[in-house]
Nanobody, 126 residues
């Protein structure tokens, strides 16, 4: 059973930056793609960014050029650097591990991920 724990959420002003981290334990990390998703009340969970085991990345169009995903396999950690934050970025952010190891460009689909963290809240103020 993989345990994913997110951290780094909080309150930030519009235009500011925040870095989220997710640490994995009790399972394999380095050979799996990892993703970040977000969700707001009443809406479906949506893809934000993902990184493959060999560091190929995918980004939602809404965050391209502002967010950067990275991973440190030695520390079993995946991070999401978020810059130029907008009000519409406010959400609960979740990290997840893709269900199948290896592969090429990481999936953008929620259904491709089987282990999820508990989420961390990001609030963007005016």
């Amino acid at each position: 059973q993989v345990l994913l724990v997110e951290s780094g959420g909080g309150l930030v002003q519009a235009g500011g930056s925040l870095t989220l981290s997710c640490t994995a334990s009790r399972g394999t990390f380095s050979t799996y793609a990892m993703g970040w998703f977000r969700q707001t009340p009443g809406k479906e969970r949506e893809f934000v960014a993902a990184i493959s085991w060999n560091r190929l990345t995918n980004y939602a169009d809404s965050v391209k050029g502002r967010f950067t995903i990275s991973r440190d396999n030695a520390k079993n950690t995946v991070s999401l650097q978020m810059n130029s934050l907008k009000h519409e970025d406010a959400a609960v952010y979740y990290c997840a591990r893709q269900s199948v190891s290896g592969g090429f460009r990481p999936s953008t689909r929620v259904g491709s991920y089987d282990y999820w963290g508990q989420g961390t809240q990001v609030t963007v103020s005016s």
